[in-house]
């Protein structure tokens, strides 16, 4: 928008615009990139903010519009999957969140390298220690600590958000047990 001193001053806004949804045909792939991010970034502020109903919505939207347009193997569906999963684990909906967590998982093919799919692994893993029954303690313990182990030989240091979430979730298994054991 330039000034042209014959027609005046530019407009102050735009003329207005209908929403672009991710549903529209003419949508490329990365504007559902962009779009899902920001879904993403705003999902993680809700749950800062501590609004985690908004962010589960926000992340639930977010997955269900990104499989619809690109399927559910594509990064950015493992991502906000990934997200929406651990929502629904701090809500206790267990049977969905492992459920989810286990599908990313597959989705990776086992890239034990991909830090994305070692974050996975140590939630599944997590998602399975709150469960609370020995069946799901033995399974998701030894998931936590070779997701523990993949991330530091991938130099991740202990001061690091999901290392520190991995050590919490190994502490509190290992209270729960010795409780337990009383």
Same mark, same amino acid.
């Given at each position: 928008l330039r000034f042209d001193p014959a027609r005046g001053p530019p407009p102050t806004t735009l003329p207005p615009r209908a929403p672009l949804r991710l549903r529209d045909p003419d949508v490329n792939e990365?504007?559902?990139?962009?779009?899902?991010?920001?879904?993403?970034?705003? *999902?993680?502020?809700?749950?800062? &903010? *501590?609004?985690?109903e908004k962010a589960l919505d926000i992340f639930q939207e977010g997955y269900d519009e990104v499989v619809e347009k690109l399927g559910p193997e594509?990064?950015? &569906?493992?991502?906000? *999957?990934?997200?929406?999963?651990?929502?629904?684990? @701090?809500? @206790?909906?267990?049977?969905?969140s492992e459920a989810l967590m286990r599908a990313i998982l597959a989705a990776y093919k086992g890239n034990a390298l991909n830090h994305l799919y070692?974050?996975?692994?140590?939630n599944l893993g997590i998602c399975l220690l709150r469960q609370?029954?020995?069946a799901k303690v033995r399974e998701g313990l030894p998931l936590i600590l070779k997701a523990l182990e993949g991330l530091r030989g991938? *130099?991740? @240091? @202990?001061?690091?958000?999901?290392?520190?979430?991995?050590? &919490? &979730?190994?502490e509190s298994s290992r209270v729960e047990s010795m409780s337990a054991a009383r």
């Open positions: 990365n504007l559902i990139r962009t779009k899902i991010l920001c879904k993403m970034a705003i *999902g993680m502020n809700m749950k800062r &903010a *501590g609004s985690n594509h990064p950015c &569906a493992l991502q906000i *999957g990934s997200n929406l999963a651990y929502t629904l684990m @701090e809500f @206790e909906d267990y049977e969905k070692l974050n996975s692994q140590a609370s029954t020995p991938l *130099g991740y @240091e @202990e001061n690091h958000l999901w290392v520190k979430k991995i050590n &919490a &979730a190994i």
